[in-house]
């Protein structure tokens, strides 16, 4: 054997053993960081059932009675909440989310005794905490495995209150033609 094939053998090895430590490092980080992602999501679940939980009371549906104590109380459970549980794993488009919502709440004790003719503006940041905090934790998304459904497409409240409108009137007719 030669000198330039000895030459070519050594820095086909050496390029060889290269590759092969940098694609374990990276093959290594990337198990890291999906282990993390894991762990954060399964946290993420635990302290944030607590939160949606606590939000119920700007629930949109049959919604409980709402008052100046109401709009206190929920302020004084997300601060706790916050604290004591799961500000740590917010991340920062529901943290900012959670801001908004306390910073409603805090202004709405301020301004208004009663605060019912805010509740719908303090509805929708309390939906746009809950928004964030399901994509934080992605149970609102179509299994990476299977692919999107159309059964899996988000439906804008606007188009499902003027679909169930429809169908109910619908409804309401069939019953009327066949009385």
């Known amino acids: 054997m030669d000198a330039t094939a000895i030459a070519v053998a050594a820095v086909t090895a050496v390029v060889g053993l290269i590759a092969g430590i940098a694609g374990t490092a990276y093959k290594s980080r990337k198990a890291l960081e999906s282990e993390y992602d894991i762990d954060l999501r399964k946290a993420r679940v635990d302290v944030y059932k607590k939160l949606w939980g ?27 909440w916050y604290f004591e549980q799961g500000g740590i794993f917010l991340s920062k488009r529901a943290r900012n989310a959670y801001f908004d919502l306390q910073e409603a709440l805090v202004q709405t004790l301020d301004r208004v005794d009663d605060p019912a003719p805010l ?4 509805r929708k940041r309390g939906s746009s905490l809950r928004t964030a905090m399901a994509e934080d934790i ?5 299994p990476r495995l299977g692919g999107m459904r159309a059964e899996d497409a988000d439906i804008p409240d606007e188009s499902r209150v003027a679909d169930t409108g429809a169908e109910i009137m619908g409804a309401l007719e069939e019953i009327r033609r066949g009385s």
């Not at 509740?119 to 303090?122: K, M, N, S, Y």
């Not at 992605?138 to 179509?142: E, K, V």
Request: hydrophobic residues 45%; without cysteine.
């Open 54 to 80: 606590e939000l119920q009371v700007l629930a949109r549906y049959a919604p409980p009675a709402f008052s100046r104590d109401t709009v206190e109380r929920l302020s004084v459970a997300l601060r706790i």
């Open 119 to 122: 509740r719908e503006l303090l």
């Open 138 to 142: 992605a149970t609102r998304d179509a």
